[in-house]
């Protein structure tokens, strides 16, 4: 396929994302694959361009919560068409350092958190994705029954900022103490410092990338004894 044939494909890719179009998402994404398209720019320049321009309608008052509940379920469906090239990319995990991951408390946006699980899969990481609305004391329940040396969060709202902020608190208090990246829309490295977190990212793409870093800079290994 050329160029302006690949284009046309993750435009189509990107417009039916943002009309909510499932079927026609999840079919674009598997076309893409099969023409030897990389995951990482379907997802990037095909369902998240879609997505983006769906909150850009919805922020200006042309779309509503319906027209915005159905683009991010197609464009949930087109993450899990894409999820196992991914991985292939990433190899097995065994072996990978233990994530915990998750939205905090008050907060049920997911797009972000499911494209941060996605990223950090497909680099070796094992991900255990404990969902949206997680309350502080859950996130603490599962570093410390997993010994989990990873706690990421993921929050797209400035009124859970507090909930993000006491989550954090928390992990500080956990032994050994765990390395706490966090992101989400409302959030900015100097904010992320304010809240004590350890490292910030503005892209789920760049999720894994931070964690590696940390990790060589804490001096922690970068692979965890079988869990
Ligand atoms: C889709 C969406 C929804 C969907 C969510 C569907 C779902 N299953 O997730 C639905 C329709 C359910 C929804 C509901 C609501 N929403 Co809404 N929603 C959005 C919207 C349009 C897009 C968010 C999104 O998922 N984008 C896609 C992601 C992939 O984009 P992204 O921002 O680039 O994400 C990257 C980073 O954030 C980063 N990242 C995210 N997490 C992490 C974590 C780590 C560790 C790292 C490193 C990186 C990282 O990686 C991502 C990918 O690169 C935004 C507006 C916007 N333009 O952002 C509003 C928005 C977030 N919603 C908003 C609101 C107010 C609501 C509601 C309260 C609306 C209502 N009146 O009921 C409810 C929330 C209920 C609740 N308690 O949570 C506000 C929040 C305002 C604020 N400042 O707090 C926004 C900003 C819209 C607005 N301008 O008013 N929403």
Redesign the pocket.
């Known amino acids: 396929m050329d160029d302006a044939g690949r284009t046309k494909l993750l435009d189509d890719l990107a417009r039916a994302v943002m009309e909510g179009l499932e079927g026609e998402v999840v079919e674009g994404c598997r076309k893409a694959l099969k023409e030897g398209m990389e995951p990482q720019e379907v997802l990037r320049e095909g369902l998240?361009r879609g997505?983006?321009r769906?909150?850009?309608l919805?922020?200006k008052h042309e779309y509503f919560?319906p027209e915005?509940?159905l683009a991010?379920e197609a464009m949930?469906a087109g993450m899990r068409a894409v999820a196992p090239a991914l991985r292939l990319y990433g190899g097995a995990a065994e072996g990978g350092p233990v994530v915990v991951l998750g939205v905090v408390r008050?907060?049920?946006?997911?797009?972000?958190?499911n494209?941060?699980g996605v990223m950090l899969e497909a680099e070796g990481f094992r991900v255990v994705d404990l969902g949206i609305d997680v309350p502080p004391e859950r996130f603490i329940e599962e570093l410390q029954g997993r010994a989990a040396r990873i706690l990421?969060?993921?929050t797209?709202?400035?009124?859970t900022l507090p909930a993000m902020r006491r989550t954090v608190e928390l992990a500080r208090e956990v032994e050994p103490r765990p390395l706490v990246?966090?992101?989400?829309?409302?959030l900015t490295s100097a904010l992320a410092a304010d809240l004590g977190a350890d490292g910030?990212?503005?892209?789920?793409?760049?999720?894994p990338a931070?964690i590696r870093a940390l990790l060589s800079r804490s001096g922690l290994p970068s692979q965890d004894a079988e869990a």
């Not at 797209?156 to 009124?159: G, R, V």
């Not at 990246?181 to 409302?186: E, L, N, S, T």
């Not at 910030?200 to 999720?207: L, N, P, S, V």
Request: with cysteine; hydrophobic share 45%.
């Open positions: 998240c997505m983006h769906a909150g850009e919805y922020e919560l915005l509940l991010s949930q008050g907060d049920v946006h997911e797009i972000g958190k494209l941060v990421a969060l993921s797209m709202m400035t009124t990246v966090v992101g989400g829309a409302p910030y990212e503005e892209t789920a793409a760049r999720a931070l």
